[in-house]
Protein backbone atom coordinates (compact mmCIF):
# COMPACT_ATOMS: atom_id res chain seq x y z
CA UNK A 1 0.00 0.00 0.00
CA UNK A 2 2.86 2.21 0.78
CA UNK A 3 3.90 2.31 -2.90
CA UNK A 4 0.31 3.64 -4.09
CA UNK A 5 0.72 6.76 -3.10
CA UNK A 6 3.22 7.60 -5.48
CA UNK A 7 1.44 5.85 -8.51
CA UNK A 8 3.27 7.99 -11.22
CA UNK A 9 6.38 6.27 -10.14
CA UNK A 10 4.65 2.60 -9.23
CA UNK A 11 2.95 1.71 -12.67
CA UNK A 12 6.01 2.23 -14.82
CA UNK A 13 7.63 -0.46 -13.14
CA UNK A 14 4.55 -2.34 -13.06
CA UNK A 15 5.02 -2.74 -16.52
CA UNK A 16 8.17 -3.41 -16.86
CA UNK A 17 8.05 -6.37 -14.45
CA UNK A 18 4.80 -7.49 -17.11
CA UNK A 19 7.47 -7.19 -19.85
CA UNK A 20 9.62 -9.70 -18.39
CA UNK A 21 7.06 -12.03 -17.57
CA UNK A 22 5.94 -11.42 -14.04
CA UNK A 23 2.40 -11.04 -13.43
CA UNK A 24 1.10 -8.73 -10.75
CA UNK A 25 -2.01 -8.97 -8.41
CA UNK A 26 -3.48 -6.43 -6.26
CA UNK A 27 -4.11 -8.13 -2.82
CA UNK A 28 -7.36 -7.63 -0.83
CA UNK A 29 -9.31 -5.43 -3.30
CA UNK A 30 -12.18 -3.22 -1.74
CA UNK A 31 -10.38 -2.90 1.92
CA UNK A 32 -7.76 -0.31 2.71
CA UNK A 33 -6.29 1.90 0.28
CA UNK A 34 -7.73 0.35 -2.30
CA UNK A 35 -9.87 2.62 -4.98
CA UNK A 36 -11.29 2.13 -8.28
CA UNK A 37 -8.43 4.36 -9.58
CA UNK A 38 -6.34 1.61 -9.55
CA UNK A 39 -8.00 -0.63 -11.58
CA UNK A 40 -7.74 2.36 -14.68
CA UNK A 41 -3.44 3.71 -13.69
CA UNK A 42 -1.54 0.23 -12.73
CA UNK A 43 -0.92 -2.22 -14.88
CA UNK A 44 -2.40 -5.52 -13.25
CA UNK A 45 -3.19 -9.41 -14.34
CA UNK A 46 -5.07 -10.55 -11.04
CA UNK A 47 -7.71 -9.00 -8.44
CA UNK A 48 -7.41 -10.45 -5.15
CA UNK A 49 -11.01 -9.85 -3.53
CA UNK A 50 -10.62 -9.35 -0.09
CA UNK A 51 -12.13 -12.45 2.36
CA UNK A 52 -14.17 -10.42 4.68
CA UNK A 53 -16.36 -9.77 1.09
CA UNK A 54 -16.44 -13.42 0.95
CA UNK A 55 -17.46 -13.96 4.29
CA UNK A 56 -19.97 -12.47 4.65
CA UNK A 57 -21.61 -12.56 1.06
CA UNK A 58 -23.60 -15.48 2.06
CA UNK A 59 -25.57 -13.40 4.42
CA UNK A 60 -24.91 -9.97 3.93
CA UNK A 61 -26.49 -8.48 0.92
CA UNK A 62 -24.29 -5.58 0.62
CA UNK A 63 -20.79 -7.96 0.38
CA UNK A 64 -22.71 -10.00 -1.91
CA UNK A 65 -23.37 -6.84 -4.29
CA UNK A 66 -19.71 -6.38 -3.80
CA UNK A 67 -18.67 -9.21 -4.74
CA UNK A 68 -20.83 -9.38 -7.69
CA UNK A 69 -19.46 -5.83 -8.34
CA UNK A 70 -15.85 -6.45 -7.82
CA UNK A 71 -15.85 -9.47 -10.22
CA UNK A 72 -17.73 -7.75 -12.80
CA UNK A 73 -15.16 -4.73 -12.87
CA UNK A 74 -12.25 -7.49 -12.95
CA UNK A 75 -13.60 -8.84 -16.20
CA UNK A 76 -14.36 -5.51 -17.59
CA UNK A 77 -10.70 -4.42 -17.48
CA UNK A 78 -9.34 -8.35 -18.73
CA UNK A 79 -8.13 -9.29 -15.19
CA UNK A 80 -8.32 -12.40 -13.09
CA UNK A 81 -9.68 -12.62 -10.01
CA UNK A 82 -8.89 -14.30 -7.34
CA UNK A 83 -11.22 -14.91 -3.88
CA UNK A 84 -9.65 -15.04 -0.59
CA UNK A 85 -10.99 -16.71 2.46
CA UNK A 86 -13.21 -19.90 0.69
CA UNK A 87 -14.29 -21.81 3.84
CA UNK A 88 -17.35 -23.74 2.61
CA UNK A 89 -18.32 -25.20 -0.29
CA UNK A 90 -21.67 -22.92 -0.62
CA UNK A 91 -19.46 -19.91 -0.67
CA UNK A 92 -17.08 -22.04 -3.59
CA UNK A 93 -20.23 -22.66 -5.78
CA UNK A 94 -21.62 -18.99 -4.90
CA UNK A 95 -18.35 -17.22 -6.61
CA UNK A 96 -18.19 -20.09 -9.56
CA UNK A 97 -21.69 -18.51 -10.13
CA UNK A 98 -20.68 -15.32 -10.35
CA UNK A 99 -17.99 -15.72 -12.57
CA UNK A 100 -14.63 -16.16 -9.71
CA UNK A 101 -13.38 -19.40 -10.65
CA UNK A 102 -9.92 -19.06 -8.93
CA UNK A 103 -10.21 -18.57 -5.19
CA UNK A 104 -7.88 -19.81 -1.68
CA UNK A 105 -9.47 -20.41 1.43
CA UNK A 106 -9.35 -23.61 4.12
CA UNK A 107 -12.28 -25.08 2.10
CA UNK A 108 -9.49 -25.90 -0.48
CA UNK A 109 -6.57 -26.60 1.84
CA UNK A 110 -5.16 -25.45 5.65
CA UNK A 111 -1.94 -23.93 5.28
CA UNK A 112 0.92 -26.98 4.70
CA UNK A 113 4.63 -27.55 4.66
CA UNK A 114 6.24 -27.21 1.11
CA UNK A 115 6.88 -30.92 1.40
CA UNK A 116 3.60 -32.03 1.77
CA UNK A 117 2.14 -30.21 -1.65
CA UNK A 118 3.19 -32.32 -4.26
CA UNK A 119 1.06 -35.04 -2.50
CA UNK A 120 -1.66 -33.07 -1.77
CA UNK A 121 -1.99 -31.33 -4.61
CA UNK A 122 -1.69 -35.01 -6.40
CA UNK A 123 -4.77 -36.34 -4.79
CA UNK A 124 -7.10 -33.10 -4.14
CA UNK A 125 -10.35 -33.12 -6.49
CA UNK A 126 -12.90 -30.43 -6.11
CA UNK A 127 -15.70 -30.84 -3.65
CA UNK A 128 -18.91 -32.51 -6.03
CA UNK A 129 -20.79 -29.27 -5.93
CA UNK A 130 -18.01 -27.44 -7.92
CA UNK A 131 -17.23 -29.98 -10.92
CA UNK A 132 -19.50 -29.74 -14.20
CA UNK A 133 -22.07 -32.03 -14.33
CA UNK A 134 -21.32 -35.40 -16.65
CA UNK A 135 -22.75 -35.20 -20.05
CA UNK A 136 -23.72 -38.79 -21.34
Known sequence: SAALYDMDHVAPQLTQLRELGITVSLDDFGTGYSSLSYLRRLPMDTLKLDRSFVHGMMSD????????????LARSFGYSIVAEGVETEAQGLTLMRLGCT????????????PEEFPGWVAQWRAPETWRPPVVV
Open 61 to 72: RGDYAIVQGVIG
Open 102 to 113: LAQGYCISRPMP
